[in-house]
């Protein structure tokens, strides 16, 4: 099974090794479980946050569809990266300011038909902002969701928002994995819904490093961590997998940076060309 039930085994099966070392065999073993993530769908092929997004991120393997959400002026939570629209649409201002009629009459599309022309397509022209519940709708309660909660702080409620449209839609919790940098939101979640698996965002700007505090209070509430992937080498990674804990570096687009953090036992990443990962996947032994 693709997943989270496949990381978990894998994670459980790292907590033995008590050396710390991963052996080749278990390297292997290991390849086989690692989870491709769609950051904001197959974004590097087309437009990041719209449905054609999230369906190429399909077409192309992704085991998860990752969604960043804002919230409308008039409290609907839509997919998007930035607290503003101005780098992924034809308008200027705050999510915060805009209703969800306004921000339903923005081109969403054709910036990146201007940016990337390598990828470009006259069918992204005018692709709209799509809501968490058109998302839903769209692909199913059987499909894996790897959620973001952007600058909750300046949305209030929308914690609830969230978790009142995955118990309308009968998202699976199985498999549903809710992340932020917010450790205030996270708790929000877990006070509001025990169940769901939570992951801590963490953006480091120099080398990184997991003491063990870190990695005991991230186990108070979370199952796993997202770090940026530059600032990470061997140790930081086998510590933390061999802790119990999950590790999903984010955004990782290039082969020889994929196999480098398999080698060193991730148990995902984030990457906009998850064909790549993919491929990779396949190929090792």
């Known amino acids: ?31 086989t479980k690692v989870i491709d993530v769609a950051h904001r769908g197959g974004s590097g092929y087309a437009p990041e946050h ?12 992704g085991d998860y569809i990752e969604i960043d959400l804002q919230m409308t002026k008039d409290g609907k939570l839509i997919a998007m990266h930035d607290e503003t629209v101005d780098r992924t649409t034809d308008g200027t201002g705050r999510v915060k300011d805009f209703t969800l009629e306004q921000i339903k009459q ?37 499909r894996n969701y790897y959620i973001e909660t952007k600058a909750p702080d300046i949305y209030p409620g929308m914690e609830e928002e969230l978790l009142r449209l995955v118990n309308k839609y ?13 450790m205030e939101s996270l708790l929000r979640v877990k006070e509001l819904d025990p169940s769901i698996k ?4 963490l953006s480091y700007k120099k080398a990184a490093v997991a003491t063990d505090a870190d990695i005991a209070a991230w186990k108070e509430y979370a199952i796993g961590i997202g770090p940026n992937f530059t600032y990470l080498d061997q140790n930081y990674v086998q510590k933390v997998v061999n802790s119990g804990l999950q590790l999903h570096p984010y955004t990782v687009n290039e082969t020889a940076d994929m196999q480098r953090l398999i080698d060193w036992g991730v148990t995902g990443m984030f990457t906009n060309f998850p064909d790549r990962l993919h491929r990779l996947l396949k190929q090792l032994p």
């Open 198 to 201: 939570l992951v801590q965002l």
């Open 170 to 182: 009968h998202i699976n919790k199985d498999t549903l994995l809710v992340q932020s940098f917010s």
């Open 50 to 61: 719209t449905i054609t997004s999230y369906s190429m991120g399909e077409k192309l393997h």
């Open 106 to 142: 923005l081109d969403a599309g054709s910036w990146f038909n201007e940016k990337y022309p390598q990828y470009a397509n006259v069918d992204f022209a005018g692709l709209k902002v799509p809501t968490l519940e058109e998302i839903f709708k769209r692909f199913g309660k059987g």
């Open 1 to 31: 099974m693709k997943g989270i039930m496949r990381t978990m085994a894998l994670s459980a099966a790292l907590i033995g090794m008590g050396s710390g070392v991963v052996t080749q065999a278990e390297a292997a073993d290991h390849k």
